[in-house]
């Protein structure tokens, strides 16, 4: 069946923060993997944050500080929904969450280029 | 599927890690201006309780928090319930318990 | 002369028909699927009661949308000279246009979304105080005719059978804050189980597409703040 367009302010917002998360979760083996060679292997950690000189690494790490940092404020905000009283005021709230996320993973992309 | 136990987990382990997240995001704007190299990373939280402390609370909160996302997107999106959910979601904690604890211990150890 | 593309037969056995429908003015969606019966194919099954947006029969999906089709104009919704009926999503079909409600009606149920009277039928009715906050609270959410449109736009309950829905956990929350319900415990009980109010993700768009402008979503909140609520509570008195 045709699915209803759902693309409205907080079913995107839902969206993100799904996508985000799922992001996160499967980069987070791989990121601890490569720290915990520090001690043992520190030439292959070093051999990855050479290839981190990259400049479609340097954008891959912009993306996951965005995903990072939008997954965190989305969700700060689904809490303050949940456990504040209520404002209407969600669709709004919803478009800072991405305005601070942009502007966080935008500084550090500015400092890592 | 997310009764009021996972949901409070989830909910506390978010609250834990929002300050945290805070704090690796500022860590990470400051230190990577330049590039990093493991000595970098080494000399900044090598024998540090305080970074041990800090990475250590984030990785177990992050391990609850990402195992019970994972097992609503898997319930969501792939239908898979019941014995198979349950193991699923400790299948996802446990190994990124070890994976991010090794981590922290191999960065923060003296 | 509208191109009208009709969902048929059962959720097991579905088709789509095509049918030229006359175009008119002031056409509601109601009134091209009672032509269609009338006029072409007397086998068309829907439902529908009283053509006024009180009853909550005759919701299908227009287009994609949950829509009430006796007060959604056809001038409002058609693409191209097109249009398209399903009947309402996430509920299984008997026939047509026709869903079973059993399962919408079973969760309204076992989310203690019935009333739970604090006095009998002999004794004087217990008076409401109607500017309390309680109250205030308990009226946003009580013009809800279970018209089961909030529960087709879901995502959630599409993706996770067991979850109760929109619609009777508002009904639980507005039963919570009304001071006749003398059984707040089970209320809270029974929307803390596996398929309870935790469930959702406050995608909204129950409230986004609800006929009667209502936000289950703010009451799934409320709901979810009294439940941990209660449970710590339960935890320091322990």
Not at chain 2, 63 to 69: E, F, P, R
Not at chain 3, 158 to 174: I, V
């Amino acid at each position: 069946m045709k699915q209803p367009p759902r693309s409205h302010p907080l079913w995107l917002a839902f969206v993100l923060h799904r996508l985000s998360g799922l992001t996160l979760a499967l980069f987070l083996p791989a990121h601890f993997w490569l720290l915990s060679q520090a001690i043992t292997a520190p030439a292959r950690l070093d051999g990855f944050l050479t290839l981190a000189e990259h400049p479609l690494v340097k954008v891959a790490e912009f993306g996951l500080v965005f995903l990072l940092a939008v997954h965190m404020f989305g969700g700060l905000r689904l809490m303050a929904l949940e456990f504040l009283p209520w404002s209407n005021r969600q669709k709004t709230l919803a478009a800072g969450a991405v305005g601070v996320a942009l502007f966080l993973s935008g500084t550090f992309f500015l400092r890592a280029i | 599927m997310l009764d009021l136990r996972l949901y409070m987990l989830q909910r506390l382990s978010a609250l834990v890690m929002a300050p945290l997240v805070l704090g690796h995001i500022a860590v990470m704007i400051y230190a990577i201006q330049g590039g990093l190299t493991t000595a970098e990373i080494l000399g900044r939280t090598q024998g540090s309780l305080l970074w041990f402390l800090f990475y250590g609370l984030f990785v177990v909160a992050v391990s609850v928090h990402a195992a019970i996302g994972l097992r609503v997107i898997v319930h969501e999106w792939l239908g898979l319930g019941g014995m198979v959910l349950a193991a699923l979601t400790w299948g996802i904690c446990a190994p990124l318990l070890v994976l991010g604890l090794s981590a922290a211990f191999a960065v923060t150890l003296p | 002369m509208l191109e009208v593309i009709v969902q048929r037969g059962t959720t097991e056995a579905s088709r789509t028909d095509r049918f030229d429908v006359p175009a008119r003015d002031s056409q509601t969606v109601l009134d091209v699927v009672t032509w269609i019966q009338q006029a072409v194919d007397p086998t068309l099954s829907y439902r529908f009661s009283c053509r006024v947006g009180m009853c909550g029969s005759c919701a299908m999906m227009i287009n994609g949308v949950p829509r009430w089709t006796c007060r959604t104009h056809v001038s409002r919704v058609v693409q191209n000279g097109r249009l398209e009926i399903a009947p309402l999503r996430n509920l299984p079909v008997i026939k047509d246009l026709v869903t079973d409600m059993d399962p919408f009606f079973d969760k309204w149920v076992a989310a203690e979304a019935r009333h739970h009277p604090t006095r009998g039928r002999l004794e004087d009715s217990d008076p409401i105080t109607a500017n309390s906050p309680d109250r205030a609270e308990a009226d946003l959410g009580i013009e809800c005719i279970n018209c089961g449109i909030c529960y087709a736009a879901c995502d959630t309950v599409a993706g996770n059978p067991e979850y109760l829905g929109p619609a009777a956990l508002q009904r639980a929350w507005t039963l919570l804050n009304d001071s006749r319900d003398a059984n707040r415990s089970g209320i809270l009980a029974a929307v803390s189980g596996k398929g309870g109010c935790h469930n959702c993700h406050s995608m909204g768009s129950c409230a986004q597409y609800c006929p009667n402008a209502l936000n289950p979503m703010r009451a799934i909140a409320g709901l979810k703040r009294e439940t941990v609520k209660a449970a710590l509570r339960r935890k320091r008195d322990a």
